[in-house]
């Protein structure tokens, strides 16, 4: 069974405003970890942004922020001021397995894609 | 840039017959991953590994082999390469921490044709 959701298969966004990507999950774990990725049209993986599961506060790199709302199972991914570059497939991952092995298995969303206009 | 090889990059194959994927890493890493990649299903772990000879089953892993008797080199065998198993495949690995919030770092990708 899928544990990531990713609503949106595609959502367009003006230049310089902000935006958010949807991402719920569902695990039994209670210790875990979430992470988000940028996969542009060239095909490599980058990594944006990591949030534990016991993070009291919500992670911020630069123009990314991870809005974590840990009762709704949801890791929502907000890019501020967009730009013509962050339009890319973007995946939400999350790692599982911790609290009752090491074996930190990771999967992914379906992926959302952007497309920043100018 | 994380030190992670995938070869073949490219394959062409006919059904029927075994195919066997490198990854091979430079990093010393303990965690290796392999994926395939869909449109319309995102990135679909296959296997991976948490050590040498460790290794467990992901999602789709029917019809997939893995051996990793090397820190380095995890491969992946088709044995008997099938047409739904066309796709890009993706090598991963990432560091053992306490806290688990080192993220994954991939290879180039494999694009395999079966035909």
């Known amino acids: 069974a899928q544990k990531i959701t990713q609503t949106q298969p595609g959502m367009f966004v003006q230049e310089k405003e902000a935006v958010t990507l949807d991402c719920t999950y569902d695990?039994?774990?209670?210790?875990?970890?979430l992470f988000w990725y940028k996969q542009p049209s060239s095909g490599e993986m980058i990594f944006l942004i990591y949030?534990?599961?016991?993070?009291?506060q919500n992670a911020t790199e630069g123009r990314y922020s991870l809005n974590f709302q840990k009762a709704r199972k949801s890791a929502n991914l907000v890019i501020s001021a967009s730009q013509l570059g962050d339009s890319a497939m973007y995946f939400c991952?999350?790692?599982?397995?911790?609290?009752?092995?090491?074996?930190?298995?990771?999967?992914f969303g379906p992926g959302t894609s952007l497309s920043v206009i100018p | 840039d994380a030190g992670i090889t995938q070869s073949p990059r490219h394959k062409v194959t006919e059904t029927g017959t075994p195919v066997t994927l490198r990854c091979h890493q430079t990093?010393?890493?303990?965690?290796m991953y392999w994926y395939r990649q869909d449109p319309g299903h995102g990135l679909r772990l296959i296997h991976y590994?948490?050590?040498?000879?460790?290794?467990d089953k992901g999602e789709v892993s029917d019809g997939y082999s893995v051996s990793r008797s090397k820190t380095e080199d995890f491969l992946l065998t088709l044995e008997s390469a099938t047409s739904s198993q066309t796709s890009v495949y993706f090598c991963?690995?990432?560091?053992?921490?306490?806290?688990?919030?080192?993220?994954?770092?991939f290879g180039d990708g494999t694009r395999l044709s079966i035909l």
């Open positions: 991963a690995i990432s560091e053992d921490t306490p806290d688990g919030d080192q993220p994954q770092h």
């Open positions: 695990t039994s774990d209670q210790s875990y970890g």
């Open positions: 949030q534990g599961s016991y993070d009291e």
């Open positions: 991952a999350m790692r599982e397995g911790r609290a009752e092995t090491s074996y930190d298995k990771v999967i």
């Open positions: 990093e010393n890493h303990r965690y």
């Open positions: 590994s948490y050590g040498v000879k460790d290794t």
